[in-house]
């Protein structure tokens, strides 16, 4: 255990840190898989291209946030507009 003020603090700044992060990840998998699942099952184009732009917008945000990096968040940006299009 750290004896020094600002580095109890910034144990607790971390560990903010990374609940928060972790529940940002994990509300974006999720949504991630939800498409995933509708695109098997041929749902409407409307319906999964509204909830697209909703993934994608979290994924921006994720990346100003520091949560994933630019090309990780641009990479399932891809594959998940891929999916979409596919879907005739």
Same mark, same amino acid.
């Given at each position: ?29 999720? @949504?991630?898989? %939800? ?9 409407? %184009?409307?319906?999964?291209? %509204?909830?697209? /732009? ?7 945000? @994720? ?10 968040? @641009?990479?399932?940006?891809?594959? /998940? ?8």
């Amino acid at each position: 255990m750290a004896n020094i003020k600002s580095s109890k603090k910034r144990i607790v700044q971390n560990a903010k840190r990374s609940e928060l992060n972790k529940y940002r990840k994990s509300r974006i998998r999720s @949504s991630i898989k %939800k498409i995933d699942s509708a695109t098997l099952e041929k749902k409407n %184009k409307a319906e999964l291209s %509204k909830n697209f /732009l909703k993934v994608e917008s979290e994924l921006a945000k @994720s990346v100003n946030k520091g949560v994933y990096k630019k090309n990780t968040a @641009s990479r399932l940006i891809s594959r /998940l507009a891929k999916k979409i299009k596919s879907i005739n």
